[in-house]
């Protein structure tokens, strides 16, 4: 078996010395696997000169490598590496570190050219440790690259032939002709260790390596990640309230009686008192139709215009009968879309018709403006609840509560029921709540539960005189200095 082996490299170190006159580099690659075995390949790398020799065009029958086969060994050309050379190798596997050195004696001739090898492991919970030692011993010169019956064979050994001749030929001595690259590569993923040992020289190698296990890696990861994320909520909860108590120290206090007595009549500017009705005003109650948005002073008109516009039709009294329906949650929105006309997906009817909607001029500033002085805001509104509670997402209305709708409580303004639900839900009394709207008869229901009322009307539709309701006509009057 060893014989074969050597025949192979001896032969095509002598082939490479005389045909080409260059440098030879031999390697010896250990690929070690995790349970201590794994495979030797033996190769010689041809350079550009040595490949275009003739000689090198067939080398799998020059060299016989078909024997190799019999004693284990595979031979096979693996190609252009990195270096620019043209790599062909002979591998053969091993199962420990005994077999280890079984096979890489069969390389040379000499016993003592690879030496003392080991394969040393250490397992723990959370790695695995590899070494790989041994000893690189090439003094004995080209020797150890044939057998006695192989020098009986040749007519000048050790290579077959002579030294004064390769020598004459390259140029240079034999022995800084020919250099033995050792690489092992440990299965720990990192790149493979990498050995010269020069012809006449001896290296001890010892390449070791660490191997993580990867579930021990996860679980590792996945502690840190929690304790960062723990970490990460304590930070955030503390700037929480560092902002909340910065927040409480700066906010203004409420002012609700002054903000009441500023609120105009409609002759002269006068401003209202109701300081004998209520001490303190709590909330202000609107609705978003007309209120807020300016598409609402007639709800059932814009949602007309929005039916023709999408290729619906239904008479003005069938749609009114079906909006109150629906406002008393006896029908739903799929339903309606059906009822007037209009094909498609219910949802993007519904966000289509939610878009349709815009802020009346000065809305978001007059909500801001109740917000910074301490006044709570609160919805009344006959509408459905995927309208009502659509727009209050799309504008970020979440602030404003209680949030009441006529689908969802079965109650219609200006029944005073749902004036009501809004005591019961937001915990003030009548006589702390003013009412906002541009309708006059929820204000009258509101008057007689003894709430303060104020009646919008930007159109300036209502009588000059107003006796019941104060009037205002733009939200900015409200806050203006009498």
């Known amino acids: 078996m060893r014989c074969k082996q050597l025949t192979f490299i001896s032969g095509l170190i002598a082939l490479l010395l005389f045909a080409t006159g260059c440098n030879i580099q031999l390697r010896v690659v250990i690929d070690l696997e995790e349970n ?108 150890i690259f044939t057998d006695s019956a192989l020098n009986n064979l040749l007519e000048e050994p050790p290579l077959g032939i002579s030294r004064d001749t390769l020598e004459e030929n390259l140029g240079t001595p034999l022995e800084d002709s020919v250099s033995l690259r050792v690489i092992v590569n440990l299965p720990d993923e990192s790149d493979g ?30 502690v840190w990640a929690v304790i960062a994320l723990l970490i990460l909520s304590i930070f955030l909860a503390v700037i929480n309230w560092l902002l909340d108590r910065r927040y409480e120290k700066k906010r203004l206090a409420r002012r609700p009686t002054s903000v009441a007595s500023q609120i105009p009549g409609v002759e002269g500017g006068k401003s209202i008192d109701f300081s004998q009705k209520s001490a303190h005003l709590e909330l202000l109650v609107i609705d978003l139709h007309g209120v807020i948005f300016k598409q609402g002073l ?10 023709q516009d999408n290729g619906g039709a239904v008479d003005h009294a069938d749609l009114m009968e079906l909006h109150r329906q629906g406002t008393l949650g006896r029908i739903e929105t799929a339903e309606f879309w059906n009822q007037v006309g209009i094909e498609g997906d219910t949802d993007d009817l519904d966000r289509r ?130």
């Not at 050995?195 to 290296?203: H, M, T």
């Not at 007639?298 to 039916?307: A, G, R, S, V």
Request: proline share 4%.
């Open 36 to 143: 201590g075995s794994g495979q030797v390949s033996a190769g010689i790398g041809l350079d550009a000169a040595a490949r275009d020799e003739a000689v090198f065009q067939n080398l799998e029958q020059v060299l016989q490598t078909s024997d190799l086969e019999t004693s284990g060994w595979t031979f096979q050309s693996t190609g252009r590496g990195s270096d620019g050379r043209e790599w062909y190798e002979a591998t053969k596997p091993f199962v420990n570190s005994d077999d280890l050195q079984n096979v890489l004696n069969e390389l040379t001739s000499s016993e003592n050219t690879f030496k003392n090898w080991k394969i040393l492991t250490e397992a723990s919970e959370k790695k695995r440790s590899y070494s790989v030692l041994g000893s690189v011993d090439l003094t004995e010169g080209f020797e």
């Open 298 to 307: 007639d709800p059932q008109e814009h949602l007309q215009t929005f039916i």
């Open 193 to 222: 260790q990498t050995f010269d040992v020069p012809l006449g020289e001896q290296r001890f190698i010892d390449a070791s390596g660490v191997s993580e296990h990867r579930i021990a890696q996860i679980l590792d990861w996945v």
């Open 353 to 482: 018709y939610i878009e349709s909607f815009n802020f009346r001029t000065g809305a978001k500033d007059f909500l801001r403006n109740l917000h910074k002085r301490g006044i709570a805001v609160s919805v009344v509104t006959n509408d459905f609840a995927a309208w009502s509670n659509g727009l209050r997402e799309m504008y970020g209305l979440h602030g404003v509560k209680p949030w009441v709708v006529s689908s969802e409580t079965g109650v219609r303004k200006p029944d005073p029921a749902a004036l009501e639900i809004l005591h019961r839900s937001s915990g003030c009394a009548y006589q702390s709540c003013l009412v906002l709207d541009t309708t006059s008869n929820f204000l009258d229901t509101a008057a007689v539960l003894g709430m303060k009322t104020i009646l919008l009307d930007p159109d300036n539709a209502s009588p000059k005189e107003s006796p019941d309701h104060p009037t205002v006509k733009k939200f900015s009057e409200f806050f203006r200095r009498q």
